[in-house]
Every structure is written in C-alpha cells, then in structure tokens.
C-alpha cells in the first residue's frame, strides 16, 4: 500500500527543514482527528478502573486515583463462558468457511465455464442481503435440525453467510496466479485435486491470513444471529455484552470492563496483523 | 481449454455444496420470508408459537398495515429514520475519510501510527462501540460534561432522549413528495439524454416526468394514506448514534481513498503540474474524479450496512427508544419478542428491498464490464 510514498516524500518531507504553514495545519487536523477517535478509549478505560463509588458523571473525565482492576475479573465472571462461547464459534466457522472458500475461488477462477460470473454474482448476492430477510426461516430451519440453542446452529449459520465473501476473496487472490502455472502441471498430467494441492494450497498463506482474520473479525462481531439462535449457555459475547450494558443497576465499571474484553481479541488481531486487515476490508468493496 | 473434462466435473462438484447451501439459506429462505410476510401467523398471540399453527393467506394485508395501519406508526417513523441516517452517516464518512486520506497523503510522519489510530475502530464490534458512546452520551455525563474541563457550562442535550425533530413531514405526503421527487430525476435524465443526443431517451424520461407531474398536481393532492394527518421527521436523538457510526466506520472509507489516491500514478500529478494546475485545479481536475468510482463504491457498502443497522442502536439506546429505533431493529423485536413472525417477515422484506435497490444495479454493473473484458 505505501509503494508510491517515496517518490512524493521527497519535497516536503524531509527532516531538519522548518515546519511550513501549511505542514503545521496539516497536525494540528491530525491531532484533532486523533483526538475523536482517542477520547473514547481514554474513557472507556478510565471508567473501567473506577470502583463502582468512584464512578459519578460530574468526575466523568478524571482519571481514577486508586486503580481497581476488580472490575476486569467481576466482568470475567459474568461474561467469562460467552468469550470462550466465541472464541470456539469463531474459530470454527472461521476455519470452515475459509477452506471452502479457497475450494471454490480455486474452482472458480481456474476452471472457469459458462455463466461461472453470473453464478458468482448471484452468490455475492448473499454476502449484501439484510440478515432480517432470512431471519424466521432460518431461525425455524435450525430449530427443525434441533440446533437451536447449541453453538452448531451458530457455526452453520456464520459458515453459509460466510462463503460469498471468502469465495470472493480467494476467486481475486487466485486470479493473479499466472495460468501457465496450471497448464504447466495440466501437461506434467496433474490434475483437478494434485494441482490444488501441490500449486495452489502451497501459495494460498497470504489469502488465507486475510480470509481468516476477516472472518474472525466478523464472527466474533456478529450479533443478530447471535441473539435469535441462542440460549443462556451458548450465547457469544456480543449478546451476553449488550445485556451487561442494557441493565439499569449495573454500574458502569463493568460493562465498561466487559467491552475492553470482548474488544481485545479483534483489536489484537487488527494491531498485529493491520496490513491483512486493510486488504480483507478493501476487498469487501467488490474490487472485482 | 477443453469441454467437459475430468477436472472441469471435479469444479463443478467442488462447487455444487455452496451453490446449494446459497441457494437454499439466501434464495430458499427469502423466498420463505416473502410467502411468511403474506400470511397471519403470529397476528394471533394464542397461533403464534402452538405447534400446528393455524396460517391464513392474508396477501399484502401486513404490508398496508404497516405503511398505513393506525399501530404502525412506529414503523412509519422508523423508516423516515433510517432514510436519515443513511443520508447523514453516508456524509459523515465521506467528508472525514476523504480528508483524513487527503491529509495521510501528503505524507506526514509517523503516517502508520495515525492510520492504525483512524481505523482500529473498524475491528470492533456495533455492541463494543454502542457500550463505550453510550456511556459518552450519558445526559450528565462525558460529552455534556466536556466544556467543564475548560471551565465552561455543562451541555444539557439529551443525546439518545431527545424527542424533537427536525424537517418534519406529513405522512399522508408522501406520494406526492416521492412522485415530486422522482419527476425531478426524471427530468434532469431527460435533460441530460437530450445533450447527449439520445432523442427516445429524451422523450421517455419527459413523457414520464410529465405524467407524475399532472399526477401530482390534480390526483396527488387529494391521496390520504391516513384518516389523520402524521408527522415523521428526523429525530435528533439520532444524532449521537450517527456520530458513534461515523467513529466506527470512517476509517473504512479513509482506507479506501488512500488506496485509490496511492494507486493514481505519479505521472499524471506531474502531467497536470507541467500544464500549469495550481494544487486545487489538480485536486479539481485530476484526483477527484479519479476518486468518483471509489465513492461510489464506498456509498454503496455503507448505504447497505446502514439500511440494516441495528445492534449499534440496540446497545446505544435499548430496543424499547422509539425516537431512535429503526426497521431492522423493529423487525427483530416483532419477530422475537412479539412472536408476529408475518410482520417480522413483512419488515424484513422491506429492507431487502431497500437493499436490492442500492446492491443489485451495482452486481449488474461490476460483472457487466468483467464479462465484457473477459
């Protein structure tokens, strides 16, 4: 992404010049931007170590003078078995509709036959509709299978709605393998499954990081599903965070708490492993 | 390549499992919903959940009592809403990302850590983020309280309360302001096709702007949706949840045009330098117009998550704040805690074609050109 920064570096940018008018506006805007997007971490962390006495809306802003990081393990103990509820639901249905994914954007962009884009639209389709359109049937569907409040209905779910955008993006990785690479293998007489997985599968890493942080990072997030095909003991953390939040009596160190640790394993993701992040969220664009 | 291989029945068959799961949970299911939103089941509590539910074909019945029925305001006003925040969320992320990426693009120091701190609220969830504003948008608390801190007077709006509106409207108008509104666009389609020379475009578009005008000045006038006159406008308790998507999701749009603006080739800048552009006439005349497809784009991904919005709000102001619900969140409430599952699947049909307005012409287009370069 940052390929082209030298070339435009070079005029204003060097070190050691005195700072011009317009550099100085420039972060001045910056650390005004930065600002908005900071101040509710800085709350959101001076809220959570408040104890609960400490916490009142006219000292909103202060940071707390004695730390309680109490509120951390009261806020595990109520939403500690809806962490590890996702975690194994993301990394389930993560894992499966990623190696489906690669499945088919293989199919798709290697062996390509008539009306294959069509049928690929249509597909896409899927990854756009408002989830409420296909709510109830669903919802019935998974109560026929007797999956309705087991964490599997969830995994199904989040599996099927996940095959259009990691089709997607394994269809636009593949397509930048050269072809003669598989015409190569087709006349060494490999065929359909050998060329998968002696060509394909060994140069698929960098698609499947970002397929699968993609994917971990939206499982994780969902909430709809999440709160119409579970029950108390399987639902993930996002529902079980709405509720700790929604109640009048809770103070508010704990949901406070409750999101830092329902926001950290997408957050590390996302600051570890940024760059991959950026690539799945611009392919969701359909860059065709 | 050659026809019908071994390997080319092997993709096929790789394929057929998710072609049929597609087809049955977006396809099936739709089609269920639809057939669903045309019945009664669940208009009587005591049918709702029995076993062997009685269902009736009741037709469009649900559809016209939400759109005019004396109980469904809250939809009416609902959809006026989401119609709001779409447009206001859309130009709130616009503005911030494309100056944010403007900024990000000349280059300042240090652009990874300010690019990593515009966008880590993307990798949240609506629920951490509704958490975290509704706690800023407290009535006494952070936001109201932030003059204090340079010794000011508290705020006193009430952020996710509030039960003005602004730009009110008559709900028994709205045929007429949609027939204005279209007959607009229709003319300027007409104007434009007419510069271009397309005469039987000319003529269409005019005929049919002509027609709903002469509709809207002698029929429309006199058409009452409601015994009552209904005002809808925009809620400003809408206001903070709007900012809250803004924070969340801005950084998605900055992430895009900085992708677009680095992948406009450093020739072209130069190009326009040499002919004498100044740096807006380059903005003007170069940049933004490269930039008009990623706007585009960008207007179309956030116009379908915000059409489907709901969590953000449920964990901002709680399911039961009518001045900010909206239809996605009215759909899960009717469905699920109401058990009217018709309704439910009537609402849930509405936004789909809400969003099949905005998503289908955009899949039509993208694979139009890619077949077409294939």
Same mark, same amino acid.
């Given at each position: 992404?940052?390929?082209?920064?030298?070339?435009?570096?070079?005029?204003?940018?060097?070190?050691?010049?005195?700072?011009?008018?317009?550099?100085?506006?420039?972060?001045?805007?910056?650390?005004?931007?930065?600002?908005?997007?900071?101040?509710?971490?800085?709350?959101?962390?001076?809220?959570?170590?408040?104890?609960?006495?400490?916490?009142?809306?006219?000292?909103?802003?202060?940071?707390?003078?004695?730390?309680?990081?109490?509120?951390?393990?009261?806020?595990?103990?109520?939403?500690?078995?809806?962490?590890?509820?996702?975690?194994?639901?993301?990394?389930?249905?993560?894992?499966?509709?990623?190696?489906?994914?690669?499945?088919?954007?293989?199919?798709?962009?290697?062996?390509?036959?008539?009306?294959?884009?069509?049928?690929?639209?249509?597909?896409?389709?899927?990854?756009?509709?408002?989830?409420?359109?296909?709510?109830?049937?669903?919802?019935?569907?998974?109560?026929?299978?007797?999956?309705?409040?087991?964490?599997?209905?969830?995994?199904?779910?989040?599996?099927?709605?996940?095959?259009?955008?990691?089709?997607?993006?394994?269809?636009?990785?593949?397509?930048?393998?050269?072809?003669?690479?598989?015409?190569?293998?087709?006349?060494?007489?490999?065929?359909?499954?050998?060329?998968?997985?002696?060509?394909?599968?060994?140069?698929?890493?960098?698609?499947?990081?970002?397929?699968?942080?993609?994917?971990?990072?939206?499982?994780?997030?969902?909430?709809?599903?999440?709160?119409?095909?579970?029950?108390?003991?399987?639902?993930?953390?996002?529902?079980?965070?709405?509720?700790?939040?929604?109640?009048?009596?809770?103070?508010?160190?704990?949901?406070?708490?409750?999101?830092?640790?329902?926001?950290?394993?997408?957050?590390?993701?996302?600051?570890?492993?940024?760059?991959?992040?950026?690539?799945?969220?611009?392919?969701?664009?359909?860059?065709? | 390549?050659?026809?019908?291989?071994?390997?080319?029945?092997?993709?096929?068959?790789?394929?057929?499992?998710?072609?049929?799961?597609?087809?049955?949970?977006?396809?099936?299911?739709?089609?269920?919903?639809?057939?669903?939103?045309?019945?009664?089941?669940?208009?009587?509590?005591?049918?709702?959940?029995?076993?062997?539910?009685?269902?009736?074909?009741?037709?469009?019945?649900?559809?016209?009592?939400?759109?005019?029925?004396?109980?469904?305001?809250?939809?009416?006003?609902?959809?006026?809403?989401?119609?709001?925040?779409?447009?206001?969320?859309?130009?709130?992320?616009?503005?911030?990302?494309?100056?944010?990426?403007?900024?990000?693009?000349?280059?300042?120091?240090?652009?990874?850590?300010?690019?990593?701190?515009?966008?880590?609220?993307?990798?949240?969830?609506?629920?951490?983020?509704?958490?975290?504003?509704?706690?800023?948008?407290?009535?006494?608390?952070?936001?109201?309280?932030?003059?204090?801190?340079?010794?000011?007077?508290?705020?006193?709006?009430?952020?996710?309360?509030?039960?003005?509106?602004?730009?009110?409207?008559?709900?028994?108008?709205?045929?007429?302001?949609?027939?204005?509104?279209?007959?607009?666009?229709?003319?300027?389609?007409?104007?434009?096709?007419?510069?271009?020379?397309?005469?039987?475009?000319? *003529?269409? =578009?005019?005929?049919?702007?002509? $027609? /709903?005008? %002469?509709? +809207?000045?002698? @029929?429309? #006038?006199?058409?009452?949706?409601?015994?009552?006159?209904?005002?809808?406008?925009?809620?400003?308790?809408?206001?903070?949840?709007?900012?809250?998507?803004?924070?969340?999701?801005?950084?998605?749009?900055?992430?895009?045009?900085?992708?677009?603006?680095?992948?406009?080739?450093?020739?072209?800048?130069?190009?326009?330098?040499?002919?004498?552009?100044?740096?807006?006439?380059?903005?003007?005349?170069?940049?933004?117009?490269?930039?008009?497809?990623?706007?585009?784009?960008?207007?179309?991904?956030?116009?379908?998550?915000?059409?489907?919005?709901?969590?953000?709000?449920?964990?901002?102001?709680?399911?039961?704040?009518?001045?900010?619900?909206?239809?996605?969140?009215?759909?899960?409430?009717?469905?699920?805690?109401?058990?009217?599952?018709? *309704?439910? =699947?009537?609402?849930?049909?509405? $936004? /789909?074609? %809400?969003? +099949?307005?905005? @998503?289908? #012409?955009?899949?039509?287009?993208?694979?139009?050109?890619?077949?077409?370069?294939?």
């Amino acid at each position: 992404m940052t390929t082209t920064a030298p070339a435009n570096a070079a005029p204003t940018a060097t070190p050691r010049r005195p700072l011009k008018p317009g550099r100085i506006l420039m972060y001045a805007l910056l650390i005004l931007a930065a600002l908005f997007f900071l101040v509710p971490v800085y709350l959101l962390l001076a809220t959570a170590l408040k104890s609960p006495d400490a916490i009142n809306l006219a000292t909103t802003w202060h940071w707390p003078a004695a730390l309680n990081w109490a509120s951390f393990s009261d806020a595990w103990a109520k939403i500690g078995g809806n962490v590890l509820n996702s975690l194994f639901l993301a990394v389930t249905a993560t894992l499966l509709s990623a190696l489906l994914g690669s499945l088919n954007g293989y199919a798709l962009s290697k062996w390509k036959f008539r009306g294959a884009n069509t049928m690929f639209a249509l597909m896409l389709f899927g990854m756009f509709i408002p989830y409420q359109a296909i709510l109830i049937p669903l919802f019935q569907f998974i109560k026929s299978l007797g999956l309705y409040g087991s964490i599997w209905g969830l995994v199904l779910a989040h599996v099927v709605y996940g095959i259009p955008i990691t089709t997607l993006i394994f269809r636009n990785f593949y397509a930048d393998v050269p072809d003669a690479l598989i015409e190569a293998a087709t006349i060494d007489g490999a065929g359909f499954w050998q060329i998968y997985g002696r060509v394909i599968f060994p140069i698929s890493i960098p698609g499947f990081v970002v397929v699968i942080i993609w994917q971990f990072t939206q499982v994780w997030n969902e909430f709809l599903f999440a709160a119409t095909l579970t029950n108390t003991t399987s639902q993930p953390v996002t529902y079980a965070l709405s509720q700790l939040a929604g109640g009048q009596a809770v103070s508010w160190n704990l949901p406070m708490a409750g999101a830092i640790l329902a926001a950290l394993p997408t957050l590390l993701v996302y600051i570890l492993l940024g760059r991959y992040f950026v690539r799945g969220l611009l392919a969701g664009s359909v860059k065709g | 390549m050659k026809g019908l291989s071994k390997d080319r029945l092997w993709s096929i068959a790789v394929l057929t499992p998710s072609i049929i799961l597609i087809a049955v949970f977006v396809y099936g299911f739709i089609a269920r919903s639809v057939y669903v939103s045309m019945t009664d089941w669940g208009n009587d509590p005591a049918q709702a959940l029995a076993l062997n539910p009685i269902i009736r074909w009741v037709g469009f019945t649900n559809y016209q009592d939400l759109f005019t029925g004396f109980l469904q305001g809250r939809f009416r006003q609902e959809l006026v809403s989401t119609i709001f925040f779409t447009l206001f969320f859309i130009l709130g992320c616009l503005g911030l990302g494309l100056g944010l990426a403007l900024i990000l693009d000349r280059n300042p120091r240090g652009e990874g850590l300010w690019r990593t701190i515009f966008l880590f609220p993307m990798s949240l969830s609506f629920i951490v983020t509704g958490t975290i504003w509704r706690w800023m948008l407290q009535p006494e608390g952070g936001v109201n309280q932030a003059p204090t801190l340079f010794g000011g007077q508290s705020g006193t709006f009430a952020w996710l309360s509030s039960t003005d509106a602004i730009l009110k409207f008559d709900w028994n108008k709205l045929p007429l302001l949609t027939a204005s509104v279209v007959g607009l666009v229709l003319v300027v389609m007409a104007v434009r096709a007419a510069r271009s020379g397309d005469r039987t475009r000319t *003529l269409v =578009a005019g005929a049919c702007a002509a $027609l /709903l005008f %002469l509709w +809207a000045l002698f @029929i429309g #006038p006199n058409v009452k949706l409601l015994p009552a006159p209904e005002l809808h406008g925009f809620n400003l308790a809408l206001i903070g949840i709007i900012i809250a998507a803004v924070w969340q999701m801005s950084g998605y749009t900055m992430a895009l045009y900085l992708a677009g603006l680095r992948g406009i080739p450093e020739e072209l800048r130069e190009a326009a330098k040499v002919d004498g552009a100044n740096d807006l006439g380059m903005y003007q005349h170069v940049i933004f117009p490269l930039l008009a497809p990623i706007t585009l784009s960008a207007m179309i991904v956030l116009g379908h998550i915000s059409l489907k919005i709901f969590d953000l709000v449920y964990a901002m102001a709680g399911p039961d704040n009518i001045a900010t619900s909206v239809p996605a969140l009215n759909m899960y409430l009717t469905s699920f805690r109401q058990n009217q599952f018709a *309704l439910g =699947a009537a609402i849930g049909t509405i $936004l /789909l074609i %809400l969003v +099949a307005f905005v @998503i289908v #012409p955009y899949l039509a287009s993208q694979f139009r050109t890619e077949e077409g370069h294939a």
